[in-house]
């Protein structure tokens, strides 16, 4: 099946299915449920050749996933949301112990109060964690990107896990055309996982034990420099894709109608396809603007966010979460980035789209016409809330 | 594009005839976007789910505010959400409703089609009488009433992808299409 | 001695199993077992938590000083009291 419509869980299970993903261990959770479901056909049916592990819980799925990527095997997860944060302390034994698990993430909102709608706040809460993330638009990068992950996170240079989001509803239920590349040309793109070091019973080694402050700092500096090395990584893992299956993803930062542009905004996720919209209906008014989309937030692609700062004189900062900081995370981090940088354009952030209120193009062409204007007060405006004063409250 | 919004109530299928009308345009070399707003998705509760087509990749994810067409898989869905809000001038809405269209009064600047769609589910074993499943029927109303998506593509996607009975479910769609009246 | 970033694996790893660590040194008091008294029920066998107790070809038990720690468990568990805990020379 070259070309076929699915949803971006089904484009999940495909995409690691076509990565061979070894052992799967997963507990279902809205919007994820599907995911696993998936899977679990697939192992069912004998499609899929993989070890399918029931677990009582998400902290569960990720031990199992740990001990199983520790043995050398290619080990796969789905969650959202709770589950993700149940995970938590497992998310930072998977990274500590350099284990290229790859999971998809659905997001969706945290409660109270109760929400199954998209936003980024679970997966911004484990940006500290050691893993990668990516955020998809589309449900085709949802299982390209799956089986990128996995090449990007087994380079011996890297070593780290990976998760690959998608926007609840708006990709997971989504259903739309997907092209599955065939199995071999997947085999020839990612070979099977073969890690330095592995638990072995016929060469037994002792992993991961008490270290002394003599030897912690260098280990963590570690992890650090193989988060760093991945810029490079994934966008060469990306152009070799483009090479081989005829479509790229952007690599780390995706830029559309840049060329010549005055204002830009960053944005990450589905809210980003729909502002290829609303960049195309600002250009035919003749407003040079463009869109930068944030497809890796780990690794922080600092240099690509400095380029697009010398290019334009006003940046508008998209999040779909909430630091309760200052800001949401992708703008401190970007206003961070851009503080060591020789040009330093305005920058406002807008908090925008939070437990899954819809984004249509005309909202992203509220804040362009605001971003363009540089007329726009304040650092961090959350966009569209219902306020007595504001125009329509439903 | 042509943005078709779907009215129904848990249970009846409202969001997998989305994905079926969505598969059935995607044979036709057509790109398509389908997707359900989550609500308490539960047995009786109004649902509301979306399908995009058009010529070329949809990128604009943003639920659908002004639909072309508006397809209610229940009547009496009418009295409690306002199912022709946003709805394009000239647009149409297809009912499942025993009445004839020019017996439905919705309001003016749009064209109504109507099929029975529950007594075609019912004589085809598809759900009860309380409990009719009438997504294949009413699709293929649509099918006919709208000529945006040919009768044989539906079909073929019906026969891939309806959860069960597949055949008395082609075969409901072959019967409202040839029952629909617009 | 510490080690540079540079000469670290990437994560912590003993490439031999942790009995190379003689824990024996640690000891103040070493089990004795009076053979002739001990029926060879290995209770303490199983409650050593150093594997420091092994069995022999004729079932006698033997205490491995490498790495007893002399926590004195065996002498706690032991039903026919055959076991005394004495101070290290």
Redesign the interface.
């Known amino acids: 099946m070259p070309m076929d419509?699915m949803t971006g869980n089904s484009a999940q299970a495909y995409g690691a299915k076509l990565a061979r993903a070894e052992v799967v261990a997963a507990y279902p959770i809205t919007?994820q449920t599907t995911v696993v479901e998936k899977l679990a056909d697939l192992v069912a049916s004998g499609e899929m050749k993989s070890q399918y592990i029931k677990v009582e819980s998400e902290h569960s799925a990720m031990a199992a996933c740990i001990a199983a990527s520790a043995t050398g095997a290619r080990a796969y997860t789905a969650t959202a949301a709770h589950g993700l944060a149940l995970m938590h302390e497992m998310l930072i034994w998977a990274a500590g112990?350099?284990l290229p698990i790859v999971m998809g993430n659905i997001n969706r909102a945290m409660a109270p109060p109760w929400s199954?709608?998209a936003d980024y706040q679970d997966s911004i809460a484990e940006r500290d964690t050691g893993w990668m993330q990516f955020y998809c638009q589309n449900n085709q990068e949802v299982l390209d990107t799956v089986i990128q992950a996995y090449k990007v996170a087994e380079n011996h240079d890297i070593?780290l896990p990976a998760m690959v989001m998608e926007d609840a509803?708006?990709l997971s239920?989504?259903?739309?055309?997907v092209d599955v590349p065939p199995q071999k040309d997947v085999d020839d793109f990612l070979p099977p996982y073969d890690p330095?070091?592995k638990l072995d019973v016929d060469n037994?080694?002792?992993?991961?034990?008490l270290?002394p402050p003599?030897?912690y700092m260098?280990?963590r500096?570690?992890i650090a420099k193989?988060m760093e090395d991945s810029r490079k990584v994934i966008q060469e893992v990306d152009e070799e894709w483009e090479k081989k299956f005829g479509r790229s993803h952007g690599g780390l930062v995706e830029r559309y109608r840049m060329e010549d542009a005055d204002a830009a905004i960053i944005a990450a996720g589905?809210?980003s396809?729909?502002a290829?919209?609303a960049v195309d209906n600002m250009r035919d008014k003749g407003k040079k603007v463009g869109l930068a989309r944030l497809r890796v937030f780990r690794p922080f692609p600092y240099e690509e966010i400095r380029q697009i700062a010398k290019e334009v004189d006003s940046i508008g900062v998209l999040d779909r979460s909430y630091t309760f900081g200052h800001g949401g995370a992708f703008y401190t981090e970007t206003a961070g980035a851009l503080y060591q940088a020789p040009e330093r354009p305005h920058v406002k952030n807008y908090v925008i789209g939070i437990g899954g209120r819809?984004?249509?193009?005309k909202e992203i062409e509220g804040i362009l016409e605001k971003v363009l204007s540089k007329e726009d007060g304040g650092e961090v405006e959350w966009w569209g809330l219902r306020t007595s004063g504001s125009r329509e409250v439903n | 594009m042509i943005q078709i919004r779907f009215h129904g109530r848990g249970g009846q299928g409202s969001?997998v005839a989305?994905?079926i009308l969505?598969?059935a345009a995607?044979l036709e070399e057509k790109?398509?976007?389908?997707?359900?707003?989550?609500g308490v998705e539960r047995r009786g509760a109004p649902v509301t789910a979306y399908t995009k087509i058009d010529d070329k990749p949809?990128?604009?994810?943003?639920?659908i505010?002004e639909p072309d067409y508006v397809i209610v898989l229940d009547a009496s869905l009418v009295a409690v959400v306002d199912v022709t809000h946003g709805l394009k001038e000239n647009g149409m809405v297809l009912l499942n409703s025993e009445s004839k269209p020019e017996d439905i009064e919705l309001g003016d600047g749009f064209r109504i089609a109507t099929v029975d769609a529950t007594e075609v589910a019912v004589a085809h074993g598809l759900g009860s009488k309380s409990a009719p499943i009438v997504n294949s029927a009413i699709l293929g109303a649509f099918s006919k009433a709208s000529g945006e998506v040919d009768i044989k593509s539906l079909e073929a996607s019906i026969l891939k992808m309806a959860p069960a009975k597949h055949k008395e479910n082609a075969a409901a769609a072959l019967e409202a299409y040839e029952k629909v009246q617009f | 001695m510490?080690?540079?970033?540079e000469d670290?694996?990437?994560?912590?790893?003993?490439?031999?199993?942790?009995a190379v660590n003689k824990t024996g040194v640690w000891r103040v008091i070493r089990p004795i077992v009076n053979q002739e008294e001990c029926n060879q029920c290995y209770t303490c066998w199983k409650f050593c938590p150093d594997v420091a107790i092994q069995i022999d070809e004729e079932g006698n038990i033997l205490i491995d000083y490498d790495h007893c720690k002399g926590c004195g468990i065996c002498e706690a568990v032991c039903p026919k009291n055959c076991i005394e805990m004495v101070k290290e020379e």
């Open positions: 419509v919007p112990s350099r199954v709608w070593l509803f708006y239920h989504t259903f739309e055309p330095p070091i037994p080694v002792g992993l991961w034990a270290v003599d030897h260098e280990f500096f570690k193989a589905t809210m396809s729909t290829r919209v819809d984004i249509p193009p | 969001v989305s994905n969505a598969a995607f790109w398509v976007q389908s997707f359900p707003f989550f949809i990128w604009d994810r943003s639920e505010t | 510490a080690k540079s970033v670290l694996p990437y994560i912590p790893l003993m490439s031999e199993s942790s």
